[in-house]
């Protein structure tokens, strides 16, 4: 009986390097049966040792940035494995973590998408995900389990969770089949915690499986965009509300939301006169009122784009 396919995606910006350390990883998995996807997100410059050192690799680029939802989904799209592992670049997969996730979703039925324990870089092993909690209806507000604790086995045996960590995502592809990728108007943030509640309506379970372990640098790129990430924190918590909740409960959010959030955010960021922070959180909410076709936080153009494929 052969072993299922299993298509690893990964999405490269401006971080060569880094990818590079995740190839490295996945070229020392016990587990062989692999097509490995990198995706470049519109790099300033074309990332050639990628393409010069790592020939197994199915390469594709894209002119522009598409955020996260969308340089994924291009990944998707060019996949044919059984199974699917989103990984971000600046990740190494521990030994077994492929063949430990394979076995799970392969004996775990109604598995919809899989998370495997996500910790910092040793020494210590620090944890940085081991499941969240649902998102509350009313604050839009949830936690990361098991976050900023030493990994001494407290977490050894999956379970079901709210949501997957977008950092190391795995699916078979029937699932995604039934739920369709990504939405790509997210760009960035929330994109795969409203990916998991589509999960969830099909009749899927979430799960957490931390017999198999990835290490997670945390991104360099994303914490030095400063507003950016204020900007799209700020929308889509409340883009990923809109469309997750409903009624009586959405109301009581936008209370909390003016009551709280907003009035408490703006005292912060004038008290570190942090002005373009405070711009990209007003923008953010902006958007959800009046649905603005572009700003200067999404000149990044997230709709479109081109590829090229280099196997």
């Given at each position: 009986?052969r072993s299922?396919l299993?298509?690893i995606?990964t ?7 880094l ?6 990883s996945i ?20 990332p050639e ?8 690799v199915?390469f594709?680029?894209s002119?522009?940035n598409?955020?996260?939802?969308g340089g994924n ?9 059984d199974?699917?592992?989103l ?16 076995h799970?979703?392969?004996n775990?039925?109604?598995?919809g998408?899989v ?10 092993t620090?944890?940085?995900y081991?499941?969240m909690?649902?998102v509350?209806?009313f604050?839009g ?12 086995g ?8 709210a949501?997957?960590?977008g ?6 592809s029937d699932v995604?089949?039934?739920v369709?990728p ?7 943030y ?9 999960i969830?309506?099909a ?15 945390e ?7 400063g ?6 924190l700020s929308?889509n918590r409340?883009l ?7 009624g009586?409960q ?10 709280v959030v907003?009035?408490?955010n ?9 002005w373009?922070?405070m ?6 909410i ?7 076709s572009?700003?200067a936080y ?5 709709t479109?784009g081109?590829e090229?494929?280099?196997?």
């Amino acid at each position: 009986m052969r072993s299922p396919l299993v298509s690893i995606i990964t999405v490269n910006y401006n971080q060569e390097l880094l990818t590079c350390a995740l190839l490295e990883s996945i070229r020392r998995q016990d587990f062989r049966n692999l097509e490995v996807i990198v995706v470049d997100n519109g790099s300033a410059q074309r990332p050639e040792r990628i393409i010069e050192q790592y020939p197994e690799v199915v390469f594709v680029r894209s002119s522009r940035n598409l955020g996260f939802a969308g340089g994924n989904n291009i990944g998707l799209s060019r996949a044919t494995g059984d199974y699917l592992f989103l990984v971000n670049n600046d990740t190494e997969l521990t030994n077994n973590c492929i063949a430990q996730l394979v076995h799970f979703a392969g004996n775990t039925p109604g598995a919809g998408i899989v998370s495997p324990l996500i910790c910092y870089p040793p020494p210590p092993t620090v944890i940085q995900y081991a499941g969240m909690t649902q998102v509350d209806p009313f604050t839009g507000r949830n936690r990361t389990i098991g976050a900023g604790e030493v990994n001494r086995g407290q977490f050894d045996m999956p379970r079901q969770t709210a949501y997957a960590h977008g950092a190391a995502m795995f699916m078979s592809s029937d699932v995604l089949k039934a739920v369709g990728p990504m939405r790509e108007d997210y760009f960035l943030y929330y994109e795969e915690l409203d990916w998991c509640e589509r999960i969830r309506r099909a009749g899927y379970g979430v799960w957490v499986e931390p017999r198999a372990c990835v290490w997670h640098k945390e991104s360099s790129t994303v914490k030095s965009l400063g507003p950016v990430k204020t900007y799209y924190l700020s929308r889509n918590r409340i883009l990923f509300m809109r469309r997750n909740f409903s009624g009586w409960q959405f109301a009581v959010f936008i209370l909390f939301l003016m009551a709280v959030v907003l009035p408490k955010n703006i005292l912060i960021f004038t008290w570190r006169a942090e002005w373009r922070n405070m711009d990209a959180f007003l923008q953010g909410i902006w958007w959800n009122l009046c649905r603005p076709s572009q700003n200067a936080y999404e000149n990044a153009g997230h709709t479109t784009g081109s590829e090229t494929v280099t196997s």
